[in-house]
C-alpha cells in the first residue's frame, strides 16, 4: 500500500475545505463532512473506504429516523484517505447530535470522523452542546491531550488501528442481528436433535436406520447442515418482512426450493427433510415475524403467525385436486389428499399445528419438569405425537390400517408410561425392532417433534 506524504496531507485537507465551502454556499445548508481517522503512513486501504461507506450509511438511516433530508452527497477517494462530505437539510445542532450517536456506536467508529458545519460555516464543536472531546484510541483521556504530550508510541497506535480495522471487517461478515442468529441456530439445533433422539421406532436414530435403506443417522447430520443456510435466510426473511404474513410465504418456498437441492446434493440425491424444511422454515420465518410486530415470542403466538401465512394454502393447492384440476405429477401429499382427504402438513400448518400445541408442547414440558433427560423426554414426546397425529409417510407406505395400528401401539406405550417407565421404555425398544422390520417410518411426526422442540427452544429462550 502506498504511504502518503505530509505535503499529500496538507493538499487533501484544503481540498476538502474547498468541497465543504463549495457545497455549503451553493446551497446554503449545513455540511456534514466524514473523513477517515487513520494514524500512520497509509491511509487508504478498500478495507477503510468500506469503513468510510458504513458511516454513511448510518447516518442515512439516522437521517430518514430523524427527518433529515440528504439533498446531494460527494465521495472523494485521495491517497491521504476517502472522505465524504453531504449538504443536509436540518438544524445543524440536532445533525450533530446523531453524528456524535453514530461516532461512539462501536468499536470501530473510533476510525472515522463526523463534522458539522452550520450554513454560515462554523463548526458545531460538542463542547458547544456540552460534551467532552473525543478519546484517545488507547485510553480515556482526551485525545487532543494524549496527541500533543506523545503518551502513546506509533507502534501501539498502529496495532490498536489495526485491530479495530480487522473487528470492521469481522462485523462486516454479519448481516444479521442477534435474534436472526438465534432463532436459525435454535432450527438446526431442533433438526440434529430430533434426528439424535434414541430409540426412534422405525425412524434414523443414533443407533440404527429405522426402516430406511438409503440413508443413516451420517445422513442426516449432513442434510442438517446443508440446510443450515436456509434456516438463517428464512429467520431473517420474517425478521425483516413488512407486509402480510401470507405475502411471506412465496419468499420461504424461494428460499426453501434452494435449500432443497442443497440438502439433495449433500446427501447425494435422498430426500432426509424435505418436509421439515418446509415446516421449520414456516416457523423460523414466523417467529421472527412474530418477534418483529410484537417482541413477544409464545409458541400460541408463533403458530398463530404460521396458521396465517399458510391461510388458504389447502384450498389453493388441494382442494382444487378433487375438482380435477391437477396438472402435473403429483407429489406424495397430493395423492393421498386426493385418495383420503388428508392434508398433511399444509392443513397442519394452516390449522396452527394443533397437534403441537394440544400434544407435542405440554407433553414434552410435563416431561422435562418430571426429571426425564432431553433425549428421552424427546423420544417420550416423539411417541405421544405419534398418537394422534395422521402421519403421511406411514399412509403413503402403507395406508389407513397400519396408521391406525401405529397410533394404537404409540397409546399402548403411553398408557405404560412412555420413557417414564421401564415398561413403557421396553416397550418402545420392542416398537423399534418391529417397525423396522415390517419397513414402517413415522417420518411425519419427526418432523412435528422438531418442530415441536424448535418452539420450546424459542419460547424459554425468549423468556430468559
Given at each position: 500500500m502506498d504511504q502518503v506524504t505530509l505535503a499529500a496531507i496538507l493538499a487533501a485537507k484544503e481540498r476538502l475545505a474547498f468541497l465543504q465551502a463549495e457545497i455549503r454556499s451553493g446551497y446554503k445548508l449545513p455540511v456534514v463532512s466524514f473523513t477517515t481517522n487513520i494514524p500512520g503512513p497509509v491511509k487508504n486501504s478498500t478495507n477503510i473506504q468500506k469503513l468510510l461507506q458504513?458511516?454513511?450509511?448510518?447516518?442515512?438511516?439516522?437521517?430518514?429516523?430523524?427527518?433529515?433530508?440528504?439533498?446531494?452527497?460527494?465521495?472523494?477517494?485521495?491517497?491521504?484517505?476517502?472522505?465524504?462530505?453531504?449538504?443536509?437539510?436540518?438544524?445543524?445542532?440536532?445533525?450533530?447530535?446523531?453524528?456524535?450517536?453514530?461516532?461512539?456506536?462501536?468499536?470501530?467508529?473510533r476510525l472515522f470522523d463526523i463534522d458539522v458545519f452550520d450554513a454560515a460555516g462554523r463548526q458545531i464543536a460538542r463542547s458547544s452542546l456540552g460534551y467532552p472531546e473525543r478519546s484517545c484510541f488507547l485510553c480515556n483521556q482526551p485525545a487532543v491531550l494524549c496527541r500533543r504530550l506523545g503518551r502513546h508510541s506509533s507502534t501501539e497506535l498502529g496495532d490498536n488501528v489495526a485491530w479495530r480495522l480487522s473487528a470492521f471487517a469481522a462485523a462486516a461478515t454479519n448481516p444479521w442481528p442477534a435474534i436472526v442468529w438465534n432463532i436459525g441456530s435454535w432450527a438446526i439445533e431442533a433438526m440434529l436433535l430430533e434426528a439424535a433422539c434414541t430409540p426412534a421406532?422405525?425412524?434414523?436414530?443414533?443407533?440404527n436406520a429405522g426402516a430406511h435403506q438409503d440413508m443413516d443417522f451420517f445422513s442426516f447430520l449432513m442434510s442438517s447442515s446443508a440446510l443450515a443456510g436456509s434456516m438463517f435466510?428464512?429467520?431473517?426473511?420474517?425478521?425483516?418482512?413488512?407486509?402480510?404474513?401470507?405475502?411471506?410465504?412465496?419468499v420461504l418456498r424461494c428460499i426453501g426450493q434452494e435449500g432443497e437441492q442443497q440438502m439433495l446434493q449433500a446427501t447425494g440425491g435422498v430426500n432426509t427433510q424435505k418436509g421439515l424444511l418446509?415446516?421449520?422454515?414456516?416457523?423460523?420465518?414466523?417467529?421472527?415475524?412474530?418477534?418483529?410486530?410484537?417482541?413477544?415470542?409464545?409458541?400460541?403466538?408463533?403458530?398463530?403467525?404460521?396458521?396465517?401465512?399458510?391461510?388458504?394454502?389447502?384450498?389453493?393447492?388441494?382442494?382444487?385436486?378433487k375438482a380435477g384440476q391437477a396438472t402435473g405429477r403429483l407429489t406424495a401429499g397430493e395423492k393421498l389428499y386426493v385418495k383420503y382427504g388428508v392434508t398433511g402438513i399444509r392443513g397442519e400448518i394452516e390449522a396452527g399445528l394443533p397437534s403441537i400445541k394440544a400434544q407435542g408442547l405440554p407433553v414434552l414440558k410435563a416431561a422435562l419438569g418430571q426429571g426425564l433427560s432431553l433425549n428421552d423426554a424427546l423420544v417420550h414426546t416423539l411417541l405421544s405425537l405419534m398418537t394422534v397425529v395422521q402421519d403421511t409417510t406411514i399412509l403413503n407406505r402403507h395406508g389407513l390400517e397400519?396408521?391406525?395400528?401405529?397410533?394404537?401401539?404409540?397409546?399402548?406405550?403411553?398408557?405404560?408410561?412412555?420413557?417414564l417407565t421401564a415398561a413403557g421404555r421396553a416397550l418402545i425398544g420392542a416398537l423399534d425392532t418391529a417397525f423396522i422390520k415390517r419397513n414402517i417410518s413415522p417420518g411425519g411426526v419427526a418432523d412435528l417433534l422438531a418442530a415441536t422442540y424448535f418452539l420450546y427452544l424459542v419460547e424459554t429462550n425468549h423468556e430468559k
Open positions: 458504513a458511516a454513511v450509511d448510518r447516518f442515512r438511516i439516522a437521517a430518514r429516523d430523524c427527518g433529515f433530508t440528504i439533498v446531494e452527497e460527494r465521495f472523494i477517494y485521495p491517497l491521504t484517505g476517502p472522505a465524504a462530505i453531504l449538504a443536509v437539510n436540518g438544524a445543524a445542532d440536532k445533525l450533530k447530535l446523531a453524528c456524535m450517536a453514530i461516532e461512539e456506536s462501536g468499536f470501530s467508529t421406532p422405525g425412524l434414523v436414530d443414533r443407533d435466510r428464512c429467520a431473517a426473511a420474517g425478521w425483516g418482512h413488512q407486509g402480510t404474513p401470507a405475502e411471506l410465504l412465496p418446509f415446516l421449520l422454515g414456516i416457523l423460523t420465518a414466523a417467529a421472527t415475524y412474530t418477534l418483529q410486530q410484537t417482541n413477544i415470542a409464545t409458541a400460541d403466538q408463533i403458530l398463530a403467525t404460521a396458521a396465517a401465512m399458510a391461510s388458504g394454502l389447502v384450498a389453493r393447492e388441494l382442494a382444487v385436486l397400519i396408521l391406525d395400528e401405529v397410533q394404537n401401539n404409540a397409546r399402548r406405550v403411553m398408557d405404560y408410561g412412555g420413557m
